[in-house]
């Protein structure tokens, strides 16, 4: 049994970061459903993917860590630490004997080591930059952490009660919905990482407007 495993939502600023493990015995099927990284399929097709990819895969595991988990553990550890972590949790409980990873280290062999350390098992990790791009089954893995992150964002957006875009910091949508959001509330909106620079930036210059002000 081989796996793969992949994230979406390291990078932005709301929601969570959400981490797929996806067993399969024989990738060939989903080579031939044509299945690549999430991030060049539209977001009609990973959905068609998604629906049709359900009956296929032998195995499944999915973790999602809120914007306030990630604030916490983030005083104790990197990103990087983080994720290897969570890449551990989602293979021990899998069991593959194979399971590629999309490397979050810019030392591929170094996020590879960690997570072996971390695993009690004997499986063998294939940790590779831009795995995703390479190896179906953790091109299968970005598709159901991506669909997954977006129903997450969208559930915030229910919760919250306005849009927020995507959640990333180059996405205009998301800073003028969390720049309204401060101006209107004085403080950061649930589901916000308050440990990320761009939420000390956005406060910073709420603070220089108010100077300006007097």
């Not at 060939?28 to 009956?55: A, C, F, I, P, W």
């Not at 695993?119 to 953790?138: C, F, M, N, Q, W």
């Not at 990482?193 to 761009?198: C, I």
Request: contains cysteine; aromatic residues 6%; hydrophobic residues 35%.
């Amino acid at each position: 049994m081989i796996c793969g495993v992949d994230e979406a939502g390291r990078g932005p600023v709301m929601g969570p970061l959400v981490v797929c493990g996806i067993c399969i015995e024989d990738d060939q099927l989903l080579r031939n459903m044509g299945v690549r990284d999430s991030k060049k399929l539209t977001r009609s097709r990973r959905e068609s993917l998604y629906e049709n990819l359900g009956g296929i895969i032998d195995g499944i595991e999915i973790v999602e860590v809120s914007a306030e988990e990630i604030d916490l553990l983030r005083e104790e550890m990197t990103m990087n630490e983080l994720e290897a972590r969570i890449f551990a949790s989602v293979i021990s409980k899998l069991r593959p004997s194979v399971a590629y990873v999309d490397s979050a280290d810019v030392d591929e062999e170094r996020f590879g080591k960690e997570i072996q350390s971390q695993i009690g098992l004997e499986t063998s990790i294939i940790s590779k930059h831009r795995a995703d791009e390479t190896y179906p089954v953790v091109s299968t893995a970005s598709i159901f952490a991506k669909i997954r992150r977006d129903r997450s964002i969208r559930e915030i957006e229910m919760d919250i009660g306005e849009p927020i875009g995507s959640g990333y910091p180059s996405d205009p949508n998301t800073i003028r919905f969390l720049e309204s959001w401060l101006q209107r509330y004085d403080a950061l909106p649930p589901h916000t990482r308050r440990s990320w620079d761009t939420c000390s930036r956005l406060i910073r210059m709420k603070s220089l407007r108010r100077i300006d002000e007097f």
